[in-house]
Antibody, heavy 124, light 111 residues
Framework: QVQLQQSGPGLVKPSQTLSLTCAIS??????????WNWIRQSPSRGLEWLGR?????????EYAESLKGRLTINPDTSKNQFSLQLNSVTPEDTGLYYC??????????????WGRGTLVTVSS | QSVLTQPPSVSGAPGQRVIISCTGS?????????VHWFQQLPGTAPKLLIY???NRPSGVPDRFSGSKSGTSASLAITGLQAEDEADYYC???????????FGTGTQVTVL
């Protein structure tokens, strides 16, 4: 059974870096045509796709325009997991963060497996 | 501005049929990108309900069906059941954002 297990702190101070990890069981972070995503949810912004890492011939990253420059998503093949690092956080980054697997589809990928979510609060 | 608009809420009696709309634009649904649907029960992560406009993953009841036309898509729930009370979201790709977009969400209430 494929599962995504999230870990990371629930409280981060403003201006610091938010770091989360998503461990994969039952699948491989290096599998072709699987993408490893971070998505967050908040009352003010709803569900918001943040970015992804995926391997097709080489490692690729894509990030939401609003977060480019602050967000890094890295795969860790030795531990079969991937991570999120969001720099210079503000209270607007408060939310429920999900990792999710993306599956390739001819006209747009879809998210077929989700972690349970990590509630992150940005506060001093 | 790229957005997928859904009605905030829909309701129906048990056994009835409800339809949730998802209205996009020429940079997402209208650009021939497919629409996917998710169900989010209270306190849980979203669960894939429909992918590629009309396809149900294994285990999803055939009471749930999807369709797409032009710049919009719809999710229909027939034979509404109490367990269908949840939030529902559509999702697609947007080429002006170069990223993935979720709908505003619809809360389904079973009367």
């Amino acid at each position: 059974q494929v599962q995504l297990q999230q870990s990371g702190p629930g409280l981060v101070k403003p201006s610091q870096t938010l770091s989360l990890t998503c461990a994969i069981s039952g699948d491989s972070v290096s599998r072709d045509y699987a993408a490893w995503n971070w998505i967050r949810q908040s009352p003010s912004r709803g569900l918001e796709w943040l970015g992804r890492a995926y391997y097709i011939s080489k490692w690729n990253n894509e990030y939401a325009e609003s977060l480019k420059g602050r967000l890094t998503i890295n795969p860790d093949t030795s531990k079969n997991q991937f991570s999120l690092q969001l720099n210079s956080v503000t209270p607007e980054d408060t939310g429920l963060y999900y990792c999710a697997r993306g599956s390739s589809w001819p006209r747009g990928w879809y998210f077929d497996l989700w972690g349970r979510g990590t509630l992150v609060t940005v506060s001093s | 501005q790229s957005v997928l608009t859904q009605p905030p809420s829909v309701s129906g009696a048990p056994g009835q049929r409800v339809i949730i709309s998802c209205t996009g634009s020429s940079s997402n649904i209208g650009a021939d990108y497919d629409v996917h649907w998710f169900q989010q029960l209270p306190g849980t992560a979203p669960k894939l309900l429909i992918y590629g406009n009309i396809n149900r993953p294994s285990g999803v009841p055939d009471r749930f069906s999807g369709s797409k036309s032009g710049t919009s898509a719809s999710l229909a729930i027939t034979g509404l059941q109490a367990e269908d009370e949840a939030d529902y979201y559509c999702q697609s790709y947007d080429n002006s954002l170069s990223g993935y977009l979720f709908g505003t969400g619809t809360q389904v209430t079973v009367l």
